[in-house]
């Protein structure tokens, strides 16, 4: 049984799964970098470690750091979070030679996963539909013309150690087949050192939507139904929900079956992902699969009302899942927006810095996955993700509504962020009628990048100006208002009182 587990990550996704640790009883342990000393997941933990210099791979990269410190504070388990070392075949070895448990699945599983061949040709196996195209690496040229013409143009030239885009490459001439190899082959080699590409067929402006699947150590696999991620932006995803607005009860259950198919033929264990890219006519083809815990796991586990961090852990002790997949059903709708410190007008580039200000938004409905405070400074080093705003709602309409309802109270002052952003995703006629897919934002960025009316932001700081005027009147003993007894917040909260401030 699990007693202690070391948290392999920083930021929101450290504190969420030490929230899991605590409800369970389990002590946890966080790692960090000197640039995180004053971090939240530092001070949420039991106890923490310094693993190095700020850059991640002189810390949260690092294997033989990790271990030591699991080592040192006789942690049972270690967690990986997303990113990092979570989908690292070589870590996920070391931690059982160390005899310590991994919460994820085995080399085997992330390796075969992780080589995009590999998975295509493992799927081909298990009968799960993947895109037309080559389960060989593209040897001669010759033979890939031949191919090509087969399949027909457009095509996709892909990496296989790649995956998330990098590397790919759209031929929609035969004449360009040649810049398209050598181009993809080369961007490959030097960022993964594996130059084998493959080719695929183009699906047009497809969805991106996902599986969540759950495994155990006894032969049970589940899957906790989709999560639509189409909503992307230079393959970063900016929002998702679920259930997918394009999807059919129908669809939905031969997907299902087949990623747990996928699953099982990787003799998965644990929490993983299953991605396909989906047509207009709900043509779905395997993508790849996240062999890890995912950002946006929390819509799934609002709609599903599973807490997957609790289930891993559960999975790694070896219990069997006690979820049946008879009885699992998707209850209500939920969105998930990503709150990055960047800035939207000058091309999404990193704004990290001090946060002067947060007030976070709370209300029915409204889960915030954060962790920075008032007084603290985001690094430079890491992803600039300030947290996951997850709304709830019975239908997909309220739960829009109720994201509006939540960005509005959102406040962040410091650091530019894509609040502004996502809220006007929010009122593309598109978005809300559930008629969108990968070409979303591109196909909107005139309306999406048009600024944010200033009175309303102005109203905002003065009105956070005002209050922080008003906190400083009262902590000096001065009223600056006439409340003829009445309750000073009473007061305060109307605007003829303000008025008179
Ligand atoms: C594709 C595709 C169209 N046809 N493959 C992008 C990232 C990587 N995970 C795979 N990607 C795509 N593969 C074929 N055969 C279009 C994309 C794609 C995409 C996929 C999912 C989400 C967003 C995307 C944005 C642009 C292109």
Not at 139 to 166: E, H, T
Not at 173 to 198: M, N, P, Q, R, T
Not at 262 to 284: C, M, P, Q, R
Not at 470 to 481: A, D, F, G, R
């Amino acid at each position: 049984m699990i007693k202690k587990v070391l948290v392999a990550n920083r930021g929101e996704i450290a504190i969420r799964v030490m929230r899991s640790c605590r409800e369970m009883g389990i002590q946890s342990v966080a790692v960090f970098s000197e640039a995180d000393r004053t971090s939240m997941h530092v001070r949420y933990a039991d106890e923490a470690y310094c693993i190095g210099p700020a850059p991640s791979n002189e810390s949260y990269l690092v294997i033989d750091k990790i271990i030591e410190a699991a080592k040192e504070s006789k942690a049972d388990a270690i967690h990986p979070g997303y990113g990092f070392l979570s989908e690292n075949a070589e870590f996920s070895d070391r931690c059982k030679k160390e005899g310590i448990l991994f919460i994820g699945p085995s080399s085997y599983a992330i390796k075969t996963m992780g080589d995009k061949i590999t998975a295509r040709k493992t799927m081909q196996h298990a009968n799960v539909p993947v895109v037309p195209g080559t389960t060989e690496p593209i040897k001669d040229l010759d033979k890939a013309v031949q191919v090509i013409r087969k399949i027909g143009l457009p095509v996709m030239i892909k990496a296989s150690a790649g995956g998330g885009g990098k590397g790919m490459r759209l031929v929609a001439k035969e004449e360009d087949i040649l810049a398209a190899v050598s181009s993809s082959k080369s961007e490959a080699k030097a960022a993964f050192g594996d130059d084998s590409v493959y080719i695929e067929k183009y699906i047009n402006s497809p969805h991106h939507i996902e599986f969540q699947i759950l495994a155990d150590n006894h032969g049970n696999c589940i899957h906790l139904f989709e999560r639509e991620c189409s909503v992307q932006r230079r393959h970063q995803k900016v929002i998702e929900e679920t259930p997918s607005p394009i999807m059919t009860p129908e669809v939905r259950e031969e997907m299902g079956k087949h990623a747990v198919a996928a699953a099982k033929a990787v003799n998965y264990s644990g929490a993983g992902t299953i991605e396909f890219i989906v047509d207009d006519n709900l043509n779905y083809y395997f993508l790849e699969m996240n062999t890890r815990l995912q950002v946006e796991h929390p819509i799934t586990e609002r709609v599903v009302q599973v807490d997957l961090v609790k289930e891993q852990i559960k999975i790694v002790n070896n219990e069997p899942l006690n979820l049946k997949q008879e009885d699992l059903s998707q209850n209500g709708h939920a969105i998930e927006c990503r709150i990055y410190a960047e800035d939207p007008e000058n091309n999404f580039m990193p704004n990290p810095g001090l946060i002067k200000h947060i007030t976070e938004p709370l209300g029915l409905g409204v889960r915030h996955d954060g962790y920075v405070y008032k007084g603290y400074e985001i690094p430079m080093y890491y992803d600039p993700l300030i947290s996951k705003l997850i709304v709830w709602a019975p239908t997909r309409e309220e739960t829009i509504d109720r994201m509006k309802r939540a960005l509005y109270a959102y406040k962040i002052i410091g650091v530019k962020t894509s609040i502004p952003f996502l809220n006007r995703i929010m009122d593309v006629p598109s978005f809300r009628q559930g008629r969108y897919n990968t070409h979303f934002i591109q196909d909107n960025e005139e309306f999406l990048l048009n600024e944010e009316k200033p009175s309303q932001k102005l109203k905002d700081i003065a009105s956070i100006a005002a209050f922080f005027s008003y906190l400083k009147k009262i902590e000096k003993h001065q009223s600056p208002v006439n409340l003829n007894g009445a309750s000073k917040w009473k007061v305060f909260g109307r605007k003829k009182s303000l008025e008179r401030l």
